[in-house]
């Protein structure tokens, strides 16, 4: 069953705003998802029938998916995989971890999920609100990653512009940054997007378990052993006595994957340039494209939304 997209849901879809060329956004329940994904989204909100042993990766986009999606996959998988013959040295992240509306409903289209071996690994960029209800009811686990404000931008912005065809010129920072800032952006409010996930984080703290970029990238091991816990598959001792953990965070170091032959050709199924996954990978690059005062409304309107709540980053440089 096809559902015919956007029409049927005038009522709830707004303006669509062109300014984050190449993704028209559209704004559905108060967030901004990119309307060509719009059949997409829908249909998995609406038919995806989560398991207990489900496992979501969920990221604001452009805060670290990539890696994410090489831990998680790693440690999940450990016993099966071994590090020699792994499917990352011949896989992209991102083909191993369908991305769960845009990848498997596509059109609209109801896939057969039912045989995938358990526990699933799938991920996704929307907001705690708009989840398939079955993803709450089914109690199952969230993996939520967010990276400070800033390079989230500045990253978002320049991934952007490389979708760009070669007749259209860039889209200017200013013009990106006024977006971001009101919110519109991918999967946005950018702050909302976050604090769905705070609070559910806070309120079950078992089932969703809230990383960010800054801290993970100070920690890796720290953050490995945190994500076997969470996961029900803590590192046994056997594994902490011969290094596992420290060779899982070099295996899937931004250096080895970006490293990776896979990763420098090809493209995923949506478009994306394998090698555009793989930029800097680190924290404070926004200092070198955001001026004086773009740093100072972007703190200041992060500190507003999100101090209250007990959120805050470690963004380098100030
Ligand atoms: C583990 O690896 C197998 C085979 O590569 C794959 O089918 C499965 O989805 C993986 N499981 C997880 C949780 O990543």
């Known amino acids: 069953m096809a559902m015919s997209c956007v029409p049927e849901h005038n009522e709830t879809l707004s303006i669509v705003e062109k300014g984050w060329k190449p993704f028209e956004l559209s704004q559905y329940q108060g967030f901004w998802?990119?309307?060509?994904?719009?059949?997409?989204?829908?249909?998995?909100?609406?038919?995806?029938?989560?398991?207990?042993?489900?496992?979501?990766?969920?990221?604001?986009?452009?805060?670290?998916?990539?890696?994410?999606?090489?831990?998680?996959?790693?440690?999940?998988?450990?016993?099966?995989?071994?590090?020699?013959?792994?499917?990352?040295?011949?896989?992209?992240?991102?083909?191993?971890?369908?991305?769960?509306?845009?990848?498997?409903?596509?059109?609209?289209?109801?896939?057969?999920?039912?045989?995938?071996?358990?526990?699933?690994?799938?991920?996704?960029?929307?907001?705690?609100?708009?989840?398939?209800?079955?993803?709450?009811?089914?109690n199952c686990r969230i993996i939520y990653l967010c990276r400070n404000p800033k390079d989230t931008f500045v990253s978002l912005w320049l991934f952007l512009n490389k979708y760009l065809s070669e007749d259209e010129a860039p889209v200017p920072v200013e013009e990106a940054f006024e977006l971001f800032h009101r919110g519109i952006s991918l999967y946005g409010p950018f702050w909302e997007h976050l604090l769905g996930y705070w609070k559910a984080s806070l309120e079950r703290p078992e089932r969703v378990l809230f990383i960010k970029y800054e801290e993970l990238k100070e920690d890796p091991a720290f953050h490995l052993r945190r994500l076997a816990d969470f996961l029900g598959c803590p590192f046994?001792?056997?594994?902490?006595?011969?290094?596992?953990?420290?060779?899982?965070?070099?295996?899937?170091?931004?250096?080895?994957?970006?490293?990776?032959?896979?990763?420098?050709?090809?493209?995923?199924?949506?478009?994306?340039?394998?090698?555009?996954?793989?930029?800097?990978?680190?924290?404070?690059?926004?200092?070198?494209?955001?001026?004086?005062?773009?740093?100072?409304?972007?703190?200041?309107?992060?500190?507003?939304?999100?101090?209250?709540?007990?959120?805050?980053?470690?963004?380098?440089?100030?």
């Open 236 to 318: 046994s001792d056997e594994e902490e006595r011969e290094g596992l953990v420290e060779k899982i965070e070099r295996f899937c170091s931004f250096e080895s994957l970006k490293s990776l032959e896979v990763n420098k050709i090809g493209s995923t199924r949506l478009g994306g340039e394998n090698k555009n996954f793989f930029r800097r990978g680190v924290v404070g690059d926004w200092e070198n494209h955001l001026t004086e005062e773009m740093i100072e409304k972007l703190d200041k309107l992060t500190q507003q939304k999100l101090e209250g709540f007990g959120l805050t980053f470690k963004d380098a440089k100030k």
């Open 33 to 138: 998802l990119p309307l060509k994904y719009f059949s997409e989204t829908m249909a998995c909100r609406e038919h995806f029938e989560s398991s207990k042993d489900d496992v979501i990766l969920i990221t604001t986009p452009k805060s670290g998916t990539t890696w994410l999606k090489a831990l998680s996959f790693t440690v999940l998988n450990r016993t099966r995989h071994d590090l020699n013959n792994h499917p990352l040295l011949t896989r992209n992240p991102h083909e191993l971890v369908p991305w769960l509306d845009l990848d498997l409903y596509v059109d609209g289209k109801i896939p057969d999920l039912t045989n995938l071996p358990s526990p699933r690994l799938f991920f996704m960029h929307l907001p705690y609100e708009l989840l398939p209800t079955s993803i709450i009811e089914s």
